[in-house]
Every structure is written in structure tokens, then in C-alpha cells.
């Protein structure tokens, strides 16, 4: 479990999840019958992709330990990962039920409730996590990310100053960055980014973010291209462990898409198109890569996606990259259609532009 995390929250290096796996094959090996082994060997399982694989150990665990919360946890990540969202709510919400007090299984549920549009009942799950960990970043990052998306900057801010007097982490410097961009304030969210990249330099996030700050800066060319070659790089890397990840797939399309790449850019949106059900993140991903590859009426077509799943109004209007589709009177008639189809309270929030 600590390789695993390491992987996921550190370094992102391939050896640690080979680690992970070597030694959660030797848990299993020394006691197939101890549900923490299956567990654990579910969640690196489930980590290289392996869903199959991944979903019979986590299945095993609850066969052997019906009350193991965290493995009713690895199953909603499972579910998550392959759209279901409404199974993997279900799966976070039992395991919350069993053990209310575990900060991480409210951060999941937030994270889920965020990416599918529902911010209202995401503020309530990272508020919980405070209240059952007031020592942990990670639910004064979730709430700064749900009040970012909302609009609410001061208050993201406040969140942010929280977790950063507990621990400063990459992570928090990511998002400060992107609280940064959407002022405007594009040099100190460079800034920021290459901070967060200082302690995580194989996180692909943090490479775009960059990117997309040296996009809005003269003469910052080099240094774009630069930083958006390196996120591409990780992509791939990633997404040969996880093939299937279509969130994966839009943060390379949109990379590609900034690149120039237009063809490949246009390829890989029409994989991510082909996937189904996708979180409203994703989806506005998507948009974002039509309009930046010319494709005016899809972008379009996807922005009403998201907004109809919840996605952020506020947001859409912050980003440089879609002023001039923001001046395109189809856009205009689209948000006065959806406001007045349903009055919308709960909208999506993330703590990076990726």
C-alpha cells in the first residue's frame, strides 16, 4: 500500500507500482485467506488497468471481510473507472457507512460528486472530510477545487491558505496556480506550477497547467512547447497502463490539440466521443480540444453536454482559450436555452485545468 501511494501521490515512477505489485503478490502468497492481502493486490491490480483481475481480488476481500470498508472503496475506483458512476456513489457511500469517520472515503465521494456535476453534495462530502480529519489537506483541497468551479475564489483561496498551513504539497501549489490563472495573474501561476513540479516532476497535470499559463504570456513559446511535450510523454506512458481511461485520452487530445497536432488531436477527441458516458470534466476537455482544432460546431455540441450534466458556467467563461467562442452568438443563445430549461445550483469543480 505505501508503494501505492508513493506511485499515485509522488513520483508516479513505473518501479513503484512494480513494487506495489511484487509485494502484494507475496501478501497474497504468504495468506490468500487474509482479506487485506486480496485487497491490496485488488488495488494495484486495478492501478495497472487489469479490471478483470482487479475486481475479482476486491470481490474476494468482501467474500472473506463483508465489513472491510476500504475494499468497498477499491470497488467504487473500480466502478469509476469504468463510467458507472452511479455504482461507484454506491460503493463510496458503503464504504462510508461502515467506517464515517475515514477521511479518504468522504475525498472520494467529493472527487466523484465534483467530476459529475453534483457541487452542492461535493461540498458536503469535503466538508465531512474535514470534520473527520482536520489535519488533512485533501479536504480543504477538495473544497477549494468545489468552490473554484463555483465561482468563488475568495473562499477557494481560504481553503487553500488552510491546507498549505498544514502541509504545503505540490498539489496545493497546482491549484493555487490555477486560482492564480484565472485572475489573469499568469506569470505567478507559472510560478506556482513550476513549484508544484519541483516535488512531482513526472505528474502530467502539472506540465499542461504550466503550459497553459506560458500560453498567455509573449515570448514563452519555447518554453509551451517545451512543457507541453513532456505532458505528452507522461500521457503515453500513462495510458499504456491504462488503455481504456478516456479521461486519459482527452488530456492527450488536448494536449496535441495545443500542440498543433491537429489530426491526431481530432483522432484521439473522437476516441474519447466513442467512450460513452464520460465525467463533465472530460467532456469539457473535449470541447476545448474542437474549438482549438477548428471545429467550432462540435466544440459547441460538447459544451451543451457538459452544461446539461452540470458542468461550470463560471469556468467556461474564465478560459483564454475559448474567448473567441464566447463572442459566437450560438454560444449565447445556448446558455439563455439551458437557463431557462432548469434554474442550475450544482455545478463541477476541479483543482487543475487538466
Known amino acids: 500500500r505505501t508503494y501505492l501511494y508513493r506511485y499515485r501521490h509522488n513520483s508516479l515512477e513505473p518501479v513503484m507500482l512494480e513494487q ?17 492481502a486480496r485487497l491490496s493486490r485488488g488495488l494495484v491490480y486495478l492501478r495497472l488497468g487489469e479490471r478483470a483481475a482487479a475486481a475479482a481480488e476486491l470481490e474476494e476481500a468482501l467474500a472473506l471481510d463483508p465489513a472491510l470498508a476500504d475494499a468497498h472503496r477499491g470497488l467504487g475506483e473500480l466502478h469509476e473507472s469504468k463510467r458507472d458512476f452511479a455504482a461507484a456513489e454506491t460503493a463510496f457511500r458503503a464504504a462510508i457507512t461502515l467506517d464515517p469517520n475515514h477521511r479518504l472515503f468522504h475525498d472520494r465521494l467529493g472527487a466523484l460528486m465534483f467530476k459529475t456535476g453534483r457541487y452542492e453534495a461535493a461540498e458536503a462530502a469535503f466538508k465531512d472530510s474535514i470534520a473527520s480529519a482536520p489535519d488533512s489537506i485533501y479536504g480543504h483541497r477538495g473544497l477549494a477545487s468545489t468552490y473554484y468551479l463555483q465561482g468563488r475564489l475568495d473562499e477557494a483561496a481560504v481553503e487553500l491558505q488552510k491546507a498549505l498551513r498544514i502541509k504545503p504539497s505540490a498539489t496545493l501549489y497546482s491549484s493555487l496556480g490555477t486560482i492564480f490563472f484565472s485572475q489573469g495573474l499568469y506569470e505567478k501561476a507559472a510560478d506556482a506550477y513550476t513549484k508544484a513540479l519541483s516535488s512531482s516532476a513526472n505528474n502530467s497535470i502539472y506540465w499542461s497547467n504550466l503550459a497553459d499559463a506560458y500560453r498567455q504570456i509573449p515570448d514563452r513559446e519555447a518554453e509551451t512547447r517545451e512543457a507541453l511535450l513532456r505532458a505528452e510523454q507522461l500521457l503515453t506512458e500513462r495510458i499504456a497502463l491504462q488503455p481504456e481511461d478516456a479521461t ?26 466513442r467512450a460513452g458516458t464520460v465525467d463533465t470534466y472530460t467532456r469539457y476537455r473535449v470541447a476545448v480540444g474542437y474549438e482549438l482544432c477548428g471545429e467550432r460546431g462540435s466544440a459547441l455540441e460538447q459544451l451543451e453536454t457538459a452544461l446539461e450534466a452540470g458542468f461550470s458556467l463560471p469556468e467556461i467563461r474564465r478560459d483564454p482559450e475559448l474567448i473567441e467562442l464566447r463572442a459566437d452568438p450560438r454560444f449565447h443563445r445556448l446558455v439563455v436555452k439551458l437557463d431557462s430549461a432548469s434554474p442550475r445550483t450544482d455545478r463541477p469543480a476541479s483543482q487543475d485545468r487538466q
Open 20 to 36: 506495489a505489485k511484487a509485494a502484494a503478490e507475496q501478501a497474497v502468497r504468504l495468506d490468500e485467506y487474509l482479506a487485506d
Open 248 to 273: 486519459l485520452w482527452s488530456r492527450r487530445a488536448l494536449v496535441l490539440a495545443k500542440l498543433g497536432e491537429r489530426e491526431r488531436a481530432l483522432s484521439e477527441l473522437a476516441r474519447v466521443d
